[in-house]
Nanobody, 123 residues
Framework: QVQVAESGGGSVQAGGSLRLSCAVSAPSFPSYSMGWFRQAPGKEREFVGA????????SYADSVKGRFTVSKDNAKNTVYLQMSNLKPEDTALYYC????????????????WGQGTQVTVSS
């Protein structure tokens, strides 16, 4: 069974930084693709970024390019979302997700999702 768990959320002032972690427990994990999403109250869930475990290829939403970085630590089976120069509009519940098929990148569908970690950016 695949387990995905986000952590590292919190409150920060605009311009600050925060790093989210996503611990993954899954068979054949190195072949997976991992994605970060976020959803603010009253808004639809939106894609933030993704990374392939093999090859280190990444993809980002235009709204976060240059500010957010997706990385990974294979030894810890953990994916990170480093967020810098945070803005109030970044406030949302952030989710980590796994695509176990990895047929395309970035993935179109993600089969496993974490429960989310809240990020609040004050102005």
């Amino acid at each position: 069974q695949v387990q995905v768990a986000e952590s590292g959320g919190g409150s920060v002032q605009a311009g600050g930084s925060l790093r989210l972690s996503c611990a993954v427990s899954a068979p054949s994990f190195p072949s997976y693709s991992m994605g970060w999403f976020r959803q603010a109250p009253g808004k639809e869930r939106e894609f933030v970024g993704a990374i392939r475990w093999i090859g280190d290829k990444t993809s980002y939403a235009d709204s976060v390019k240059g500010r957010f970085t997706v990385s990974k630590d294979n030894a810890k089976n953990t994916v990170y979302l480093q967020m810098s120069n945070l803005k109030p509009e970044d406030t949302a519940l952030y989710y980590c997700a796994a695509d176990i098929f990895a047929n395309v990148f970035p993935p179109v569908e993600y089969e496993y999702w974490g429960q989310g970690t809240q990020v609040t950016v004050s102005s």
